[in-house]
């Protein structure tokens, strides 16, 4: 492959062997040669700086590095207070929606560009006749719901994909989405008939909770920036590292 780090040759073999841990990854080959470049320039790094006892497994040497380069500030009271008023839905039990859909499903007879066309025609169709949403779903949709109306019950957040869950827990009771939702299944109608209010848990119940989710947030950020310096100042050839990717530090 040619690929090198600081001078250092990278043997094929090292790909391949890395290659086993991605191959659900959009492109195994390119995540496995980034993941090996990094982890190539943070274990030369912590030789450099003395950090990698005699012996000592690679992984406790690159954790060795990031505590002593990479420092981030605690989250105080106030960031977390502000996180808290931003995102109340993440702090709400018991919150629910009674929703229904049509669900245009992509499959290699029907293209997207011909489901989209449908999926707005139908829409266009029930916001001038609301009142024909079961007929409709019985007609068009491509999920078991349809034979009873598209009616998918209670939900809970969390229950379905975050794109579906983003636009029903939104709506207001009674409306139709806009435009028809993308997910990975397809093309959804959707519209929400009843909402049941959650409880807000008080911001002591979940401090600590915040707390812990800024620090590991500003800890990526400051690991992904890291390795960006590490990258910036290194000799890499036989590959192009597009924005210092860090899922081996995740």
Same mark, same amino acid.
């Given at each position: #492959?040619?690929? %090198? ?47 990698? #006892? ?11 590095? +990031? ?13 977390? %207070? ?31 560009? +011909? ?25 068009? %949709? ?12 209670? +939900? ?59 620090? =590991? ?22 590959? =192009? ?10």
């Amino acid at each position: #492959m040619g690929l %090198s780090v600081n001078g250092v040759d990278i043997d094929d073999h090292v790909i391949e062997r890395e290659l086993a841990h991605h191959q659900h990854a959009d492109n195994p080959l390119k995540q496995s040669v980034h993941e090996v470049v990094l982890r190539t320039l943070l274990l030369q790094e912590a030789d450099r700086l003395g950090l990698c #006892m005699l012996g000592e497994e690679e992984d406790a040497c690159i954790e060795a590095l +990031l505590a002593s380069e990479v420092k981030v500030p605690q989250a105080d009271d106030a960031a977390c %207070s502000r996180y808290y008023a931003a995102n109340p839905q993440q702090f709400t039990n018991g919150e629910l929606v009674e929703a229904r859909h049509i669900l245009f499903q992509v499959t290699p007879n029907a293209p997207l560009e +011909l489901l989209r066309e449908t999926a707005d025609a139908v829409l266009a169709t029930l916001k001038a006749a609301p009142e024909r949403f079961d007929e409709l779903a019985h007609q068009y %949709s491509n999920c078991p719901s349809g034979a009873v109306g598209g009616s998918l019950g209670q +939900l809970a957040r969390g229950q379905c994909v975050p794109e579906f869950d983003a636009v029903v827990f939104r709506l207001e009771q009674g409306r139709l989405a806009e435009r028809p939702v993308e997910t990975r299944f397809g093309l959804h109608i959707v519209q929400v008939q009843r909402r049941v209010a959650g409880r807000l848990l008080p911001f002591e119940a979940v401090r600590a909770r915040i707390a812990d989710y800024l620090a =590991t947030a500003a800890w990526q950020r400051g690991v992904h920036q890291y390795l960006q310096l590490l990258v910036g100042r290194a000799d890499v050839q036989g590959v =192009t590292l597009e924005g210092a990717a860090t899922p081996l530090v995740q």
